[in-house]
């Protein structure tokens, strides 16, 4: 199993001889207005994907499926939804199956359990902040992959720590965990992804597993850095196991 990052929560997944694109913001640097309500309006996405023009073609017609853990542009913005292969099967969350469908995508609403492409699929539940900014966001999901002779993959989409997440583990027993970090939040209310202390929770809870940190320094209102997730682990104790993967790069995880 290889997970590569392309930028934000924009994974490209090789597992079980099958390859995945997750989550994709495929705009331009600077294409789309900032997210509003933030510390700082700078249009988004803040960086560039680490692809040509040719290389993110070449991948679109390498695909075998798509993820979406929901609908928000961060996750699949305009850009995708032009470039993105209509052909290609589309896994979501049912709240998104309506508006994925009507874009005319090949959409499946992922459930608690089943199975898609050939590999076991089901849908996990998560908390997009937490009090009311939390039930502003919407739902928002993740997923766990399985499939026998594999690691167990739990992608766990935008979520802080809460029960969702900690009962996923508990039944899942998960070998890798992807997490949004980046603590994004507003002026008001408190991160909407995870920050330090929840990924910290994260590794505690999944002490086997092997954590892999993404969703920073992409879009304005993600304030935690990657050097600043990798300080407070280590002042927590917390950061063995935990992948922090730049922009571009490839972790094996078999």
């Given at each position: 199993?290889?997970?590569?990052?392309?930028?934000?929560?924009?994974?490209?997944?090789?597992?079980?001889?099958?390859?995945?694109?997750?989550?994709?913001?495929?705009?331009?640097?600077?294409?789309?207005?900032?997210?509003?309500?933030?510390?700082?309006?700078?249009?988004?996405?803040?960086?560039?994907?680490?692809?040509?023009?040719?290389?993110?073609?070449?991948?679109?017609?390498?695909?075998?499926?798509?993820?979406?853990?929901?609908?928000?542009?961060?996750?699949?913005?305009?850009?995708?939804?032009?470039?993105?292969?209509?052909?290609?099967?589309?896994?979501?969350?049912?709240?998104?199956?309506?508006?994925?469908?009507?874009?005319?995508?090949?959409?499946?609403?992922?459930?608690?359990?089943?199975?898609?492409?050939?590999?076991?699929?089901?849908?996990?539940?998560?908390?997009?902040?937490?009090?009311?900014?939390?039930?502003?966001?919407?739902?928002?999901?993740?997923?766990?992959?399985?499939?026998?002779?594999?690691p167990t993959l739990y992608i766990a989409g935008d979520t802080v720590w809460c029960s969702e997440v900690e009962a996923t583990i508990a039944t899942h027993r998960p070998d890798v965990i992807?997490?949004?970090?980046?603590?994004?939040?507003?002026?008001?209310?408190?991160?909407?992804?995870?920050?330090?202390?929840?990924?910290?929770?994260?590794?505690?809870?999944?002490?086997?597993a092997r954590v892999v940190a993404v969703h920073f320094e992409a879009v304005n209102h993600c304030l935690l850095t990657r050097a600043g997730l990798r300080d407070?682990?280590?002042?927590?104790?917390?950061?063995?196991?935990?992948?922090?993967?730049?922009?571009?790069?490839?972790?094996?995880?078999?």
């Amino acid at each position: 199993m290889r997970l590569t990052l392309l930028r934000h929560a924009t994974l490209v997944l090789e597992y079980a001889e099958r390859r995945l694109l997750v989550d994709p913001m495929l705009s331009p640097a600077g294409a789309m207005d900032p997210v509003a309500n933030a510390a700082n309006a700078r249009r988004i996405p803040l960086v560039e994907l680490p692809l040509t023009g040719a290389q993110l073609g070449e991948l679109l017609g390498s695909l075998d499926g798509v993820l979406v853990t929901h609908g928000h542009r961060d996750h699949w913005d305009p850009a995708a939804a032009a470039l993105v292969p209509k052909t290609l099967p589309l896994a979501c969350q049912p709240a998104d199956a309506a508006r994925f469908g009507a874009e005319g995508m090949a959409v499946t609403a992922a459930g608690a359990g089943g199975t898609w492409l050939g590999l076991g699929l089901s849908l996990t539940a998560g908390r997009h902040g937490r009090g009311e900014v939390g039930e502003r966001m919407g739902p928002s999901s993740g997923f766990v992959l399985r499939t026998p002779g594999e690691p167990t993959l739990y992608i766990a989409g935008d979520t802080v720590w809460c029960s969702e997440v900690e009962a996923t583990i508990a039944t899942h027993r998960p070998d890798v965990i992807v997490v949004n970090a980046g603590a994004a939040q507003f002026l008001a209310g408190g991160p909407i992804t995870m920050d330090v202390p929840d990924v910290a929770a994260v590794r505690t809870a999944a002490r086997a597993a092997r954590v892999v940190a993404v969703h920073f320094e992409a879009v304005n209102h993600c304030l935690l850095t990657r050097a600043g997730l990798r300080d407070g682990l280590g002042r927590l104790g917390a950061g063995g196991g935990v992948l922090i993967p730049l922009d571009g790069e490839t972790v094996e995880l078999s």
